[in-house]
Nanobody
Framework: VQLQASGGGLVQAGGSLRLSCVVS????????MAWFRQAPGKEREFVAT????????DHADSVKGRFTISRNNAKNTVYLQMNSLKPEDTAVYYC?????????????????WGQGTLVTVSS
């Protein structure tokens, strides 16, 4: 299974970005998908997750109302729409896939990880 994240870049505070993660190697609809991030010098933290069919989502309090996770099972892709970006959103963003039955899964349970895409928000 491979996860390929893209869409990161440099943006000014208040701006928007959309991250994408394409999954290959196994039926995409079988995965719960999520985004995590890791800022310099900090531990990785959960950002958002979405159920297999896309009908349920969960977002971290720090991004609620600004970020939205979605998926397109026909395109094997999960997205993270990020609006009203803040300098504290600067981090490497990783997509992750889980084959377990629980939703939302514990952060430690994700089976597969992408390589990360860097988001830098300037003030």
């Amino acid at each position: 299974v491979q996860l390929q994240a893209s869409g990161g870049g440099l943006v000014q505070a208040g701006g928007s970005l959309r991250l994408s993660c394409v999954v290959s190697g196994r039926a995409f609809s079988g995965f719960v998908m999520a985004w995590f991030r890791q800022a310099p010098g900090k531990e990785r933290e959960f950002v958002a997750t979405i159920s297999r069919g896309g009908g349920a989502t969960d977002h971290a309090d720090s991004v609620k109302g600004r970020f939205t996770i979605s998926r397109n099972n026909a395109k094997n892709t999960v997205y993270l729409q990020m609006n009203s970006l803040k300098p504290e959103d600067t981090a490497v963003y990783y997509c992750a896939a889980d084959t377990g039955l629980r939703f939302p899964p514990p952060s430690s349970e994700y089976d597969y990880w992408g390589q990360g895409t860097l988001v830098t928000v300037s003030s």
